[in-house]
């Protein structure tokens, strides 16, 4: 994994937690127990009733326990996202 990782390093990247979160940010770095350094982040938090919020992070580190699933954001498609119009029901937590 630490292979394609690597591909990503300094790219925009969208994380979903294990516990249902989605971080999106720029990927620094990783180890190779998959820890997550990240910057410029902000959490979307959806939701069935409102808009998607964006909460911001800043410099954020994801352990690597955590990291359910990561991917290259396309960041000209992202912009064109109206998110304030988007409804969704937030993600449940991965059961292992």
């Known amino acids: 994994m630490t292979n394609t990782l690597e591909t990503y390093v300094n790219h925009l990247v969208s994380v979903i937690t294990a516990d249902g979160r989605n971080i999106v940010g720029t990927l620094k770095g990783f180890d190779q127990t998959v820890n997550l ?3 410029e982040c902000h959490e979307r938090v959806y939701s ?11 410099l954020y580190v994801v352990r690597g326990d955590n990291v359910a699933l990561i991917g290259e954001v396309d960041e000209d498609l992202d912009s064109r996202l109206d998110l304030e119009n988007i409804r ?5 937590e991965c059961k292992t």
Request: no cysteine; hydrophobic share 40%.
């Open 37 to 39: 350094i990240m910057d």
């Open 48 to 58: 069935s009733h409102r808009g998607v919020e964006q909460v911001i992070l800043g």
């Open 88 to 92: 969704a029901e937030p993600l449940n």
